[in-house]
């Protein structure tokens, strides 16, 4: 009887353990703002473009003149968030951008 209550207090415990656990915020890639892309115009160039952004996050191997900006944020175990902007550059010129909304993933969304 002793050994099946410590088995039940053991396991009781590390199920309230699991539950508290402190997961921390994880953010990734490049913050941009709304202020940054505001200051970003076609016919610049790509070094203005940097002072402007930062590094990219990903630039395409095969296509060098692509710049991708990709930010993702969860706070916690709570809903993620991720941003991409995507520059297109011809001949050492910024030629256009798109920008995909801000999407909210619901936490543990991908863990079905």
């Keep these: 009887m002793l050994k099946l209550l410590k088995t039940i207090t053991v396991i009781t415990l590390s199920l309230l353990l699991t539950a ?3 997961r921390p915020n994880i953010q990734q890639g490049n913050v941009v703002t709304s202020d940054m892309v505001a200051q970003l115009k076609t016919g610049m160039t790509p070094e203005q473009v940097k002072y402007v952004m930062g590094t990219p996050m990903l630039v395409n ?4 003149n692509r710049w991708d900006y990709v930010y993702t944020f969860r706070k916690g175990s ?3 968030t991720k941003q991409d902007i ?3 550059f011809s001949n050492g010129i910024l030629q256009s951008m798109e920008s995909t909304p801000l999407v909210v993933t619901p936490p543990h969304a991908n863990n079905k």
């Design 20 to 22: 508290c656990l402190y």
């Design 86 to 88: 995507t520059l297109h």
């Design 78 to 80: 709570k809903a993620m």
């Design 61 to 64: 191997t095969f296509d060098p």
